[in-house]
């Protein structure tokens, strides 16, 4: 052992290696279209690695699929669209993932989510017909729908009145400290263009101008940038919350006065979207996944998961569920109508969405 | 096999390490803040230093000054508290002065982070504090503890006290005895003796806690993140949403190496007084 001699060129081919296999990591980019296009059978391949939002997909359905097929469910969670998207940059594979109508073209066009093949999905026909062929993703080729959402706010009636259903209700004076905007940039961004009329996703450098000054001018009034509208609203840090749709009726499930937590669809417009499920590319376990998204579009499971998670799905079935839901406040709900002429959000690229991002920086270095 | 030859093999686990794990990460980093990003955010390597042009915009100015001065507030912070919890557990301590030690390291058993929503759950407007304080009658509503410049300095405080409290213990603990009863001996009063004897005796122990606890206050994000509020952005945060928001990992790998350069600075700076103090002490 003692006379063992470590070779100098044996200590660079090893650090070398290394240092190569990092870079791999840095540019695990864009992959062949070929490998997009693998054929995968719906039937178990392995435990399912699953990534998508917290609190966003009952947990008792996730049991119920791990019985059926004797497979684990192995779940992480992400707080933004953009830590998904760093996960999945830096390398960690995933069989089921969760991205919104804005990313999932942009996963496409970089090759890196699987081609799914409808014949192995038993409940496709449930998907509503809008989704078959939605803008995101032609023929729906590599996306099935999950939530649909809107973006409002949350307020808490035992603490502030007077709401106004608009976005200026984000601003109220009244409500100074306890209000908190979404920690995302599209959405801080987006709100400020709607309240001043401008297109959702405006990429004209003068708009994206006035909307970060505004951002900037409401900032004495906030408690916080944050996305866990949820726990915001139930530990009472927050009464005004910029926020999603179903999170009011999740957080309705949660607290023991469930009428004071209200939501409202301002009347300046407001971004709707529905998120998607996808296999990425790189899924370890592609057979499992397609077992699972089949699974969610079972009607019963479905129905079951827009109880719990307080979004309606665009599965044929669910729909009752939902109704249950929202019969006392349709303000939670979302129609298909809604999605087809509410505003979406753009897939920024290039200049366009460093314009976006450096107003963002600098409403939060502010 | 000659024995210097022995002492070499045995840097050896280290030095790999250290290569694999600080030298290699460090070169990507700074190979990716010249580079550049393509519509997925992905790095593509290059010779784009406009990066670096774009770290010093004026914009940036206050967010760096807050962080100096947060992590300055925290190492007076945790030199008030943990300067007399070192003094106490080196001197008094007697036979529990190991496990007295044991219990400032303990807490890092759990992750800092975990720890950090721990007190977001305790300081809620509507969380066990202000309820305790609600329910007591001291006061009709809560107290508005998070979100705070006082909430990110204290969890910069609890977060790295135990870096303070250890290289004091350390230096109160070797210095001699017989030095502060030589001090009383002088009629020397408790005070005097301990500003004109003992402070100067730990001082640099005082300057290595000050050290460990400004870089890396410096930096962080989560107290920020979790504890502050609108107001309260951080260079940690400011490179953490260029990484996880804003897909511009090499404006966010630039402001790192920019973060790290004014780091080391201070580290030199600190360094060289060590240095000074142990050649003065040799004389």
């Known amino acids: 052992m003692l006379n063992q001699k470590i070779d100098r060129r044996d200590l660079l081919v090893a650090g070398a290696g290394l240092a190569l296999a990092g870079c791999g990591v840095g540019n695990s980019g864009s992959g062949s279209k070929k490998e997009t296009e693998k054929v995968v059978k719906a039937k178990p391949d392995g435990d399912l690695v699953y990534f998508n939002w917290a609190e966003y997909l009952d947990p008792a359905l996730i049991k119920k699929f791990e019985k059926r097929y004797g497979v684990k469910v192995r779940q992480s969670n992400f707080d933004s669209m953009s830590s998904m998207m760093a996960k999945l940059r830096s390398g960690n594979r995933y069989d089921v993932i969760f991205p919104d109508q804005s990313f999932a073209p942009k996963l496409i066009a970089a090759n890196q989510l699987l081609k799914i093949d409808k014949e192995q999905l038993k409940n496709y026909d449930n998907v509503w017909k809008f989704f078959h062929d939605p803008a995101y993703d032609k023929g729906a080729e590599h996306t099935v729908p999950y939530g649909l959402y809107a973006t409002g706010i949350l307020w808490n009636e035992e603490k502030v009145s007077d709401m106004t259903g608009s976005w200026a209700d984000l601003f109220k004076t009244d409500a100074k400290g306890k209000i908190y905007m979404l920690d995302d940039f599209q959405e801080c961004l987006g709100m400020a263009n709607l309240r001043h009329g401008f297109d959702l996703s405006t990429t004209n450098p003068d708009e994206i101008d006035k909307s970060k000054e505004m951002l900037i001018d409401q900032k004495p009034l906030l408690r916080g940038y944050s996305t866990d509208d949820i726990q915001n609203m139930i530990n009472g840090n927050a009464w005004i919350h910029h926020g999603w749709n179903g999170d009011v009726v999740n957080l309705r499930n949660q607290v023991k006065n469930p009428e004071a937590y209200r939501f409202e669809k301002c009347k300046e417009g407001i971004p709707v979207g529905s998120d998607t499920m996808a296999i990425p590319a790189n899924a370890q376990h592609p057979g499992t996944a397609l077992l699972f998204i089949d699974f969610m579009l079972e009607p019963e499971n479905a129905s079951q998961n827009v109880a719990y998670f307080g979004y309606p799905m665009a599965v044929t079935g669910a729909e009752a569920a939902f109704a249950k839901i929202a019969k006392d406040d349709p303000a939670v709900n979302i129609t298909v109508e809604d999605v087809q002429n509410g505003q979406q959000f753009a897939s920024l690229t290039g200049e366009d969405k460093a314009l976006w991002d450096r107003a963002w920086t600098e409403v939060k270095a502010a | ?283």
């Open chain 2, 1 to 283: 096999m000659s024995e210097q030859r022995f002492a070499t093999t045995l840097l050896v686990p280290g030095g790999l390490w250290l290569l694999l794990c600080f030298a290699v990460p460090l070169a990507l980093v700074l190979a990716a803040s010249f580079g550049s990003t393509d519509d997925l955010g992905n790095t593509i390597y290059g010779w784009h230093p406009e990066n670096y042009e774009q770290a010093f915009d004026p914009l940036f100015v206050p967010v760096l000054l807050r962080s100096v001065g947060y992590a300055v507030a925290t190492v007076a912070l945790c030199l008030l508290i943990g300067y007399p919890v070192a003094y106490y557990i080196a001197r008094y301590g007697g036979r529990w002065k190991h496990m007295l030690i044991a219990l400032v390291v303990l807490p890092f058993f759990v992750n800092y982070l975990v720890r950090t929503y721990a007190w977001v759950a305790l300081l809620a407007d509507e969380g066990l504090v202000n309820g305790a304080i609600t329910n007591v009658g001291v006061r009709d509503t809560g107290i508005k503890f998070l979100n705070t410049d006082f909430a990110v300095i204290g969890g910069l405080v609890y977060g790295y006290l135990a870096f303070m409290i250890l290289p004091i213990y350390a230096a109160i603990d070797r210095m001699d005895q017989a030095l502060v009863e030589a001090g009383k001996d002088l009629y020397g009063t408790p005070w005097n003796t301990f500003r004109h004897v003992t402070w100067p005796a730990t001082f640099q122990g005082v300057l290595a806690g000050a050290v460990l606890v400004f870089l890396p206050a410096v930096g962080d994000f989560i107290s920020a993140q979790l504890l502050g509020g609108p107001g309260t952005y951080m260079v940690g945060n400011l490179i953490q949403q260029q990484f996880l928001g804003a897909d511009n990992w090499p404006f966010g790998a630039a402001l790192t190496t920019l973060l790290l350069v004014f780091l080391s600075f201070w580290m030199v700076l600190y360094l060289r007084s060590a240095a000074r103090a142990s050649r003065e002490a040799a004389v």
